[in-house]
C-alpha cells in the first residue's frame, strides 16, 4: 500500500527540476519581463539616457542595501542607515557652507562621523547585548535629532540666514558637485560607477576572503563559530562599522547630487534599502545576503518604479509595488524552497 501512495519518480523529477530553475533564476526572469514589458508599452523605455538614469537612481539605495547585506552576514540588522546617510549629508553640507571647509574634509569628516555610528551601534550590540533592531532603532532617533540641532532644523542651501542671524558664505566645490552630477565620457554617472566597483569589493569580500566566509559562519551559528575561535564580536563590530561607512558613502553622493543639505532626505532610503538587501536572498537561489542579489534587487524595484512612472502610473502605488516584490522575493525564498525540500 506504501508504495501506492508514494509519488511516482517520473513525475516529480521533471516538476522538481522546473521548480529548482524557479527558485534560482525567478526573480531575473521576472526583471526580464518587467524590461520586455516597459519596452513594448513605452519605446523610450530603453533608450540610453533612460537606462541610466535608473542606474543613478539606484546606486544610492545600493550603496545603503550593501552596507545592510553585511550586517545581515554576520546575522544582524542596520535600521540606522538611512539616518547615517541624512547625518553625512548633512555634515558635508555643513562644513563646505557654514565652515567654508574644501570637499576633501567634508568627506573625511562625513565618513569619520559614520564610522563613529558604526562603533556605536557595535558596542551596544556586541557589549551591551541589546538586541540588534532595538540598537540601530535607537541610535537612528538618536542621530536624526542629533543633526537638526546646529541649523535649528532648518535645511543647509548656500546663502542661508543661521539661528544666530549670520548669513553662510560658503559653497559646494565644483569637484564635490561633481561626485554626483558627473559622467564618465559623458555617458556613465559616476555615482554609477562607485556603486559598481563598491559592490564588486563586497562581493569579493564576503565570497572570496577568509573574513567574509567567517561573516556567513557566524551569522549561521555564531556559538559554533565561537567554538572554532573564531572573534565573533570582532567581526560584528566590523561589520556595523562597514555598514555605517556605505551608508556615508551614500550620504555625500546624495548631498553631491542635490547640492543642499536637504533635513528630509533620508526619509525612505532605510526601507528601500532593506527591500533591495532581502529580495537579494531570492536572486540565483543564494537563500543569505550576498552582493549580486542585494544589486540585482535593487535595480529590479528602480526598473518597477522607473517604468511606471513613464507609464505615469500614480505616485501612490509605488508602495504597494515595493511591497509585492518583497512579497514575490519572499515567496521564491522562502515558501518555493520549502516545497522544494
Known amino acids: 500500500m506504501s508504495d501506492s501512495l508514494s509519488p511516482s519518480p517520473t513525475v516529480s523529477a521533471p516538476f522538481q527540476r522546473w521548480l529548482d530553475i524557479l527558485i534560482r533564476y525567478g526573480l531575473l526572469l521576472v526583471l526580464a519581463v518587467i524590461v520586455i514589458v516597459f519596452s513594448v508599452a513605452e519605446p523610450a523605455f530603453m533608450r540610453v539616457n533612460n537606462l541610466f538614469l535608473i542606474l543613478q537612481s539606484v546606486s544610492i539605495v545600493a550603496l545603503l542595501a550593501l552596507g545592510v547585506t553585511l550586517t545581515m552576514a554576520v ?21 563646505m557652507v557654514v565652515l567654508e571647509w574644501d570637499a576633501l574634509s567634508a568627506i573625511v569628516i562625513s565618513l569619520a562621523g559614520g564610522a563613529l555610528v558604526g562603533l556605536l551601534n557595535g558596542w551596544l550590540i556586541v557589549k551591551l547585548r541589546i538586541p540588534d533592531i532595538l540598537a540601530t532603532l535607537g541610535s537612528m532617533f538618536l542621530i536624526i535629532g542629533v543633526q537638526l540641532i546646529p541649523t535649528g532644523g532648518r535645511s543647509i542651501a548656500v546663502g542661508m540666514t543661521l539661528p544666530n542671524g549670520r548669513e553662510t558664505e560658503g559653497e559646494f566645490s565644483a569637484l564635490f558637485l561633481a561626485i554626483g552630477r558627473g559622467r564618465l565620457w559623458d555617458t556613465v554617472p559616476i555615482p554609477v560607477l562607485i556603486t559598481a ?53 551614500g550620504g555625500l553622493l546624495l548631498a553631491a547630487r542635490l547640492g543642499r543639505g536637504d533635513v528630509s532626505s533620508g526619509n525612505g532610503l532605510v526601507l528601500d534599502a532593506l527591500g533591495a538587501a532581502l529580495i537579494g536572498f531570492a536572486v540565483l537561489g543564494a537563500k543569505k545576503p550576498n552582493a549580486f542579489g542585494t544589486l540585482a534587487g535593487a535595480l529590479l524595484v528602480a526598473t518597477l518604479l522607473n517604468g511606471l512612472s513613464m507609464l505615469n502610473a500614480p505616485y501612490y502605488a509605488q508602495d504597494f509595488v515595493k511591497g509585492l516584490v518583497l512579497v514575490l522575493a519572499l515567496i521564491f525564498t522562502f515558501g518555493l524552497a520549502h516545497r522544494a525540500r
Open 75 to 95: 546575522g544582524g540588522l542596520d535600521l540606522s542607515i538611512g539616518a547615517v546617510a541624512a547625518m553625512s549629508l548633512m555634515i558635508a553640507s555643513y562644513v
Open 197 to 249: 566597483l563598491v559592490a564588486l569589493a563586497v562581493w569579493l569580500f564576503l565570497e572570496r576572503t577568509r573574513i567574509g566566509r567567517l561573516f556567513y559562519a557566524i551569522g549561521g551559528n555564531e556559538q559554533a563559530a565561537r567554538l572554532a575561535g573564531a572573534p565573533v564580536q570582532r567581526y560584528k563590530l566590523l561589520a556595523y562599522v562597514l555598514s555605517a561607512l556605505l551608508a556615508s558613502a
